[in-house]
């Protein structure tokens, strides 16, 4: 095993890094001139990294988990890495995965019959699959896989465009050198969510999410120690268990979390996680891989010139990546205002029925939850100038009858003295149906063994809380208790499974109850003074019976 003090991976489908920091209290980290790293044997092929020499943090920024899925490897399953001579460098920014932004219409082009549109200077690629590690010495650390957000098109609306933005280093502070952080990147947009009639014959449906899938099973066969019994079979490169794996994402990612929660109609095998975070779950309704999509796939297919060939799917092969970059662009602009085209489906294998049919059955692969959502999760998809509920909902849910939409509106309308406006109502209707309401199906769904949590640092938008765990990019309310109690949550989620058992004996977070059990989740929020206000509520009843019979009948049970 490398001697070295701690490990962050980052893996994409062209990245990885691994750290760890001995006896450091939480906070922003401070770089130093990195000196050589170690270098670690994959088998496949051995990397050199770069050590921090301010913290003994060894970062290797560009491991690759899987080949590169271009060429006959296009929207196929990924593929185990060829098998490379010498030592390769690690030490520099992978490439970013081709991305696209989210819908800008005024009116949604798919019914039936911006946020950021910022990129960092960096080289994007088809080949951008690669894990990052810092390499830890402590045998049997718990492991953190944080999936990044983006709406299944690009890699961060928060923070930018390459995953090098989320640095992994601040989730290890969090833990005070108690965890190892594995950070993966992944096929976006059309290139990993493409799907139609040619793609279900001849490919791969929800490629994306094959290939998160690919990076936790990496993980367990080249990060973590292996045992029989108490006897140890392999020795840990990295010094992790591989019996203590946390999946953690932020809104895409914690949506990608709920897939897997449900892969396999919730029987992965063998298991990949112990511990299952969301923070802000994103779930649109999850359709059937050949309806509503073709709508799509028939838009798409023009954009690439291959709407006239004889066999489509051949044709997408050849295209070349920057026409195939164009389009999904084109497409995924094209959509409503604050939606995403290129979304998971229903394809009948990974993902083997609607989520919320495996989630209603409480059949979840995992063993705890703790699920976090913002107050405003809905503003920041809303079309500013909205002024008809009716036909927000009529435009964000194309597939409702009138009296679906009639029945959805009233729910919204009826409360007109806190949501005085449709505008008020749309960003409610957005942020229920999208991303409180599938919190509270999946807190269900572990049935009794889940924590819930609220943001509400002011504005309380979508993205906001991010701030508050990844510390380089300086919350707003830098309050040290805060902070403390904030980010720990999740840490001690993944060290032992529980809230209330911390690590750190000084953070302030009161009694944490399970949600099921009395329906009470923790408050993370301020006081009109700034200090920290942090206590259990209870959860709005109203809330709750608008997510049985708006989530019922909106989102998730649309017609297909």
């Not at 991976?9 to 906070?27: A, C, D, I, K, N």
């Not at 499974?497 to 989740?521: G, V």
């Amino acid at each position: 095993m490398i001697n070295i003090s701690s490990v962050v991976v980052l893996l994409g489908l062209f990245t990885g890094f691994v750290s760890s920091f001995p006896h450091q209290e939480s906070g922003r980290t401070h770089k130093s001139r990195n000196a050589p790293g170690p270098v670690v044997d994959l088998g496949y092929a051995k990397y050199q990294g770069s050590t921090d020499l301010s913290t003994n943090i060894s970062i290797f920024s560009g491991i690759r988990y899987a080949g590169p899925p271009t060429g006959s490897l296009r929207f196929q399953a990924p593929q185990a890495p060829a098998k490379v001579d010498g030592v390769q460098q690690a030490t520099s920014p992978p490439p970013q995965c081709y991305q696209a932004g989210e819908g800008t219409a005024q009116t949604n082009p798919f019914i039936r019959n911006p946020l950021l549109k910022k990129r960092y200077s960096t080289l994007t690629s088809e080949d951008c699959f690669v894990s990052v590690p810092d390499i830890g010495m402590v045998d049997g650390l718990p492991v953190v896989v944080w999936i990044h957000g983006g709406g299944y098109g690009y890699h961060s609306h928060h923070l930018g465009g390459n995953i090098s933005v989320f640095p992994q280093e601040d989730l290890v502070v969090d833990s005070q050198n108690h965890v190892i952080v594995v950070s993966i990147q992944y096929r976006l947009g059309a290139f990993g969510f493409l799907a139609g009639p040619s793609v279900k014959k001849s490919g791969a449906l929800n490629a994306g999410l094959l290939d998160q899938h690919f990076a936790l099973q990496w993980v367990q066969q080249y990060y973590l120690a292996r045992y029989i019994g108490s006897f140890r079979l392999v020795t840990s490169l990295f010094g992790g268990d591989p019996s203590k794996v946390t999946i953690w994402g932020e809104s895409v990612g914690a949506g990608s979390v709920l897939q897997h929660v449900v892969a396999y109609g919730g029987r992965t095998n063998p298991p990949l996680f112990r511990a299952a975070i969301t923070s802000s779950t994103y779930l649109p309704p999850q359709y059937a891989a050949n309806d509503p999509i073709p709508t799509v796939w028939y838009r798409f297919l023009p954009l690439t010139s291959c709407d006239s060939a004889s066999d489509t799917f051949a044709c997408l092969l050849a295209v070349d990546s920057d026409t195939l970059n164009n389009a999904n662009d084109a497409i995924a602009s094209s959509a409503f205002y604050g939606t995403f085209v290129f979304v998971p489906v229903v394809d009948g294998t990974f993902i083997v029925e609607r989520p919320t049919v495996t989630l209603d059955r409480q059949v979840v692969n995992g063993d705890v939850l703790l699920s976090v959502t913002n107050t405003f999760e809905g503003r920041t998809f809303t079309i500013p100038s909205e002024t008809n509920t009716f036909d927000f909902i009529r435009q964000l849910f194309p597939f409702l009858s009138a009296k679906q939409i009639d029945l959805a509106a009233g729910y919204y309308t009826a409360l007109n003295s806190t949501l005085p406006t449709p505008l008020d109502q749309s960003i409610a209707i957005m942020g229920e149906s999208i991303f409180i309401c599938p919190t509270y199906l999946l807190l269900k769904a572990f049935n009794g063994k889940s924590w819930k949590g609220e943001f509400a640092i002011p504005p309380g938008n979508h993205g906001d809380d991010v701030y508050y765990y990844f510390l380089d990019n300086n919350p707003p309310f830098n309050n040290a208790d805060f902070i403390k109690s904030f980010s720990q949550s999740f840490m001690n989620i993944a060290v032992s499974l529980d809230p209330n058992r911390k690590f750190d004996p000084t953070n302030p977070t009161p009694a944490w109850d399970h949600w099921n059990s009395d329906e009470t989740e923790m408050l993370f929020n301020k006081t009109s003074t700034d200090g920290p206000d942090i206590r259990a509520v209870r959860t709005d009843s109203r809330l709750l019976e608008r997510c049985a019979y708006v989530l019922l009948h909106l989102s998730m049970l649309s017609e297909y």
